[in-house]
């Protein structure tokens, strides 16, 4: 058990996983001497969370299967404050945009711990509002503020990079609140560990700071790395934006992609981060990326583990087998039409109108840009190279017809072995 609880800290180095932390012999002997209590927050900043929360959840399930207490914190108070980016100053969303997105944020943060009752250390969720809504601005301005030296807090870096175009008074004050809820819960459930990112390493530290200024208490804090990549591109996002963990707005389709398509140099670390693989796994995987890299062996671990916690193995299996399908290698007409669509929306895709009629294959493809032009189109289909729903077609003026639409009403286009696009028919055309 002992071993268990401090072992997490040994797996997370391991893992890369540590940038920062603040006492990292005390924080062992606390594992050591029992269970800890260890809280990570949210602010609902968007309808979903992202890559960037996903590594931070995934941190706190580490935590808790280590057997220390988990809660996660979403900040329905200071989600209407905002935390200070180095950019600008952010717009102030309405109140009850940010209601909508606590319950959508909570939500998801449910979906990685565990609440079961019968365990020794169910994770436990709270808002931040519930503590802060009633504060009287006189106690909170002689409770906390007093702990807070400005000149402490003009020295941090996100406010430098603020003092020269101006940062409101309401940024300014964030660190108080987020402090204030390290110290609420060190309070109510001895919380003794608050984990973040890099970025929120000074949010951090000021809260084990205001533990021991006000309480005399000791807390610790402990910050993962940025994820960065090897192009010098931003991690989490691709050509179409931000991926996010919720399926409406990234279908479980182009979230597979997005890990699938990591590169050779960056995919290690990935593993590493964001699944559950031992170090031995880890090892066969990296040494697989060496020899075979064709294989893509490592991206294919990392696309279903990832997309199996975030999405379930049924959506992941649905994904695996629409991806096979549009390569040629499996039945197109057995898919299901909402995973089909949402995967032919990631590729080159035609759509039809409603009452528009349907153009000659040679002309699809010429549409999707599969070819460059009709006589490209004619070359291809004579070759042989050209399939519709993975059966080759004869005649470039082969016009499809209703029979050919597969579920969700479309077509798939290929050309050669690789290169794929599909064709979305309104409803009205199916
Ligand atoms: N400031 C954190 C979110 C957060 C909010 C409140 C907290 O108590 C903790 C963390 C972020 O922007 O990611």
Redesign the pocket.
């Known amino acids: 058990m002992t071993e268990r609880r401090t072992q997490v800290l040994d797996d997370l180095e391991s893992r890369g996983l540590i940038a920062h932390s603040t006492d990292p012999d005390a924080l062992r002997a606390s594992m050591a001497a029992g269970p800890i209590t260890s809280?990570?927050?949210?602010?609902p900043?968007a309808p979903s969370l992202h890559m960037g929360?996903l590594l931070q959840l995934l941190t706190l399930r580490r935590l808790q299967l280590a057997g220390h207490n988990p809660i996660g914190?979403v900040?329905g108070a200071?989600?209407l404050i905002g935390?200070p980016k180095e950019t600008s100053e952010r717009v102030l969303n309405p109140k009850d945009v940010v209601q909508e997105w606590v319950e959508k944020v909570r939500a998801q943060v449910e979906k990685f711990v565990d609440f079961d009752e019968s365990l020794p250390n169910p994770a436990r969720i709270v808002n931040?509002y519930d503590w802060t809504k009633d504060l009287n601005t006189l106690d909170f301005l002689r409770d906390i503020g007093k702990h807070f030296p400005v000149n402490r807090m003009l020295g941090r870096e996100v406010v430098k990079a603020r003092l020269e175009q101006g940062i409101s008074y309401t940024e300014f004050s964030?660190v108080l609140?987020?402090s204030l809820?390290?110290l609420e819960l060190y309070r109510r459930h001895n919380c003794t560990l608050?984990t973040?990112?890099s970025?929120?390493w000074g949010?951090l530290t000021a809260?084990v700071e205001l533990i021991r200024r006000s309480e005399g208490g000791k807390a610790h804090a402990l910050a993962t790395p940025l994820v960065t990549k090897a192009d010098g591109t931003k991690f989490g996002k691709t050509e179409s934006g931000t991926v996010w963990l919720d399926r409406e707005l990234t279908s479980p389709y182009a979230f597979y992609q997005f890990w699938f398509n990591t590169d050779d140099r960056d995919v290690m670390q990935l593993v590493r981060f964001y699944t559950f693989r031992t170090p031995e796994e880890i090892a066969a995987l990296e040494q697989a990326t060496a020899e075979r890299p064709q294989a893509r062996e490592a991206q294919r671990v990392l696309a279903e583990d990832v997309t199996t916690l975030v999405h379930g193995e049924e959506q992941t299996r649905r994904v695996q087998e629409a991806s096979r399908a549009l390569f040629g290698q499996g039945e197109l007409a057995s898919l299901d039409g909402s995973t089909l669509v949402a995967a032919l929306r990631e590729a080159p895709h035609v759509e039809l109108g409603a009452g528009e009629p349907m153009p000659t294959y040679g002309d699809l493809l010429v549409k999707s840009g599969l070819v460059a032009s009709k006589s490209a189109a004619r070359r291809t289909v004579a070759e042989g190279g050209g399939y519709l729903n993975n059966e080759k077609v004869k005649d470039a003026e082969y016009v499809p017809g209703t029979d050919d639409l597969l579920p969700g009403g479309v077509l798939v286009l290929r050309r050669g072995k690789r290169s794929f696009a599909g064709v979305l028919a309104s409803p009205a055309q199916g």
Do not use: K, P, S
Not at 39 to 43: K, Q
């Open positions: 809280y990570v927050g949210f602010d900043t929360n914190l900040g200071t989600g935390d931040n964030y609140l987020q809820d390290y608050q973040g990112g970025d929120q949010n809260g």
